[in-house]
Nanobody
Framework: QVRLVESGGGLVQAGESLRLSCVAS????????MGWYRQAPGKQRELVAT???????DFADSVKGRFTISRDNAKNTVYLQMTSLKPEDTAVYYC????????????????WGQGTQVTVSS
């Protein structure tokens, strides 16, 4: 019913920047919170940043001052601008939408994308 597709990952050197995008498609009426999470090998998935429909944001301490999050509600798209990347930012980055109110009624509590790999070399 609802699909999230991430793009923009890749391999960069420490200090460089990347911009991730995530587009939500399907029977969407509205999305409350969109965000990014990441999971490094051998570690649990962790919050990176979230943004509500009113553009209230929240960031993990480890990325504050380096990452920014934005969204285009009309396009159901969320962006993550990552600057001053560090090797410890290496992970699979997942887009999340929660909850998703469906056109025609009903809602989905939590929707995840497939993930996009970000690798930062030292």
């Amino acid at each position: 019913q609802v699909r999230l597709v991430e793009s923009g990952g890749g391999l960069v050197q420490a200090g460089e920047s990347l911009r991730l995008s995530c587009v939500a498609s399907g029977r969407i009426f509205s999305i409350n919170t969109m965000g990014w999470y990441r999971q490094a090998p051998g570690k649990q998935r962790e919050l990176v940043a979230t943004i509500t429909s009113s553009r209230s944001t929240d960031f993990a301490d480890s990325v504050k001052g380096r990452f920014t999050i934005s969204r285009d509600n009309a396009k159901n798209t969320v962006y993550l601008q990552m600057t001053s990347l560090k090797p410890e930012d290496t992970a699979v980055y997942y887009c999340n939408a929660a909850p998703v109110v469906l056109a025609g009624g009903g809602y989905l509590t939590n929707v995840w994308g497939q993930g996009t790999q970000v690798t930062v070399s030292s």
